[in-house]
């Protein structure tokens, strides 16, 4: 529900700017604000959920992200520019920490042994909710207006809040969880010790990253990102180019494949988790990624609509792939890091679609969306070839992935 407010407002939020303004550059800067919003949300997620409950964290974004969409609702007509810039603060910066607060504490909610199966539900819900708030946007917007697109937005971001309150979440106090023993109740020194020594965690991730090879991962997901940011941007203008009568049909339809095809991987994923026992792993994110960056390069090389239906689903599938493997690898680090991988991850991923949005923008219009897809894309895929080159060097010289799990070593999922 939140996911589906969340793709809603990106819509219905960036046509009001517009028509607020009346300018281009302001919807720019409403975006910049809330990538720029969820990028410093990432950098400071794993010190609050080193702090404060996973629980407590996903209820109260949700709160408050319902709190200023009612606050643009009733904004007198002077004070609507300001409280755009609130929402556009708060929904980048609560919707980073919904998410990474969610991912970390998966493991923690459904147990280890289950968690490829929530990865892929949670994705699957995604995948769906990003083509549900899309495709109504302009239908809700066109039929009852803005402030009752606002009003639907709110909402969702509600039934989150009350389905997080209900829900039992054991251990996910990863403030009290992560601290040593020997700190029992030392006293205010010791406790102020163990609590910087938290906060620093991001910089322990980062040490101890190289060796299971999830930083390159996480370079690798930023580049990503950033080929992301290509397609996003030159879809509409390709879907014109099509058809400039209707150019919203291109764009609809391959969304609506390419969720499909996200849908149909996770229950393959699910369906061979629970045959073998056995997870994707990285290796499956490196696959993944060069199998989806060339799915999105050929879809805009001008294919007959069969072969272009068909690439869209093979994008769908390859992006569920990644998704699925990549979250997994993570949930595998110890509770006391793991927030700070996601909240790392976050940061570099808005950072990769941010600056990949600005760029891509000024090549467009010089140089046509195959071109440019094939370029920021093509990138990815060198990356994601070094990844798995490292990913199997690692193999070979221990004789197994590094950083597997129970189910990945083979035995009994239980």
């Not at 990102?225 to 049909?249: K, Q, T």
């Not at 229950?267 to 990624?289: C, D, E, K, L, S």
Request: one cysteine or more.
């Amino acid at each position: 529900m939140s996911s589906y407010g969340t793709f809603l407002n990106m819509v219905a939020l960036n046509l009001f700017v517009y028509e607020t303004t009346g300018r281009a550059l302001a919807m720019g800067l409403f975006m910049a604000v809330r990538l720029g919003s969820g990028f410093v949300a990432g950098l400071i997620a794993g010190g609050l959920l080193a702090r404060f409950a996973a629980k407590s964290l996903m209820l109260w974004t949700n709160v408050a992200q319902a709190a200023v969409m009612l606050l643009l609702v009733f904004a007198p007509e002077g004070m609507r520019t300001a409280a755009l810039m609130a929402v556009s603060v708060v929904v980048g910066a609560c919707g980073t920490l919904f998410m990474v607060a969610l991912r970390s504490s998966i493991p923690e909610m459904v147990g280890d042994d289950r968690r490829p199966w929530a990865n892929s539900l949670s994705i699957t819900g995604r995948s769906l909710a990003m083509v549900a708030g899309f495709a109504s946007a302009g239908v809700v917007v066109s039929l009852v207006g803005y402030t009752a697109a606002f009003v639907v937005d709110m909402a969702t971001f509600v039934i989150c809040a009350v389905t997080v309150a209900l829900l039992p979440i054991p251990g996910g106090d990863r403030g009290k969880d992560a601290r040593p023993d020997s700190e029992g109740d030392s006293g205010r020194g010791t406790e102020e010790k163990g609590r910087t020594g938290r906060w620093r965690r991001p910089g322990a991730f980062l040490a101890s990253a190289a060796a299971p090879g999830l930083g390159l991962m996480v370079v690798l997901r930023s580049v990503d990102a950033f080929g992301s940011s290509s397609h996003n941007a030159a879809l509409p203008v390709h879907s014109a180019a099509l058809d400039a009568a209707h150019p919203a049909v291109f764009v609809s339809a391959f969304w609506c494949l390419w969720a499909l095809g996200n849908v149909a991987a996770q229950q393959v994923i699910q369906r061979y988790v629970r045959r073998t026992g056995r997870t994707v792993g990285a290796p499956g994110f490196g696959y993944g990624t060069c199998l989806m960056s060339g799915a999105f390069i050929l879809a805009f090389a001008g294919f007959p609509w069969a072969a272009t239906a068909v690439i869209a689903l093979v994008a769908g599938a390859a992006d569920g792939l990644t998704e699925v493997s990549y979250t997994s690898h993570l949930q595998t680090l110890p509770a006391d890091l793991r927030g700070h991988a996601f909240g790392l991850s976050a940061t570099v991923e808005n950072l990769g679609f941010g600056v990949g949005m600005i760029l891509v923008a000024a090549a467009l219009d010089r140089y046509s969306p195959l071109t440019v897809v094939g370029w920021s894309h093509g990138v990815a895929v060198v990356v994601a070839v070094v990844f798995l080159i490292g990913v199997t060097r690692t193999r070979g010289r221990t004789g197994a992935p590094a950083a597997r799990s129970g189910a990945d070593r083979g035995e009994p999922v239980r």
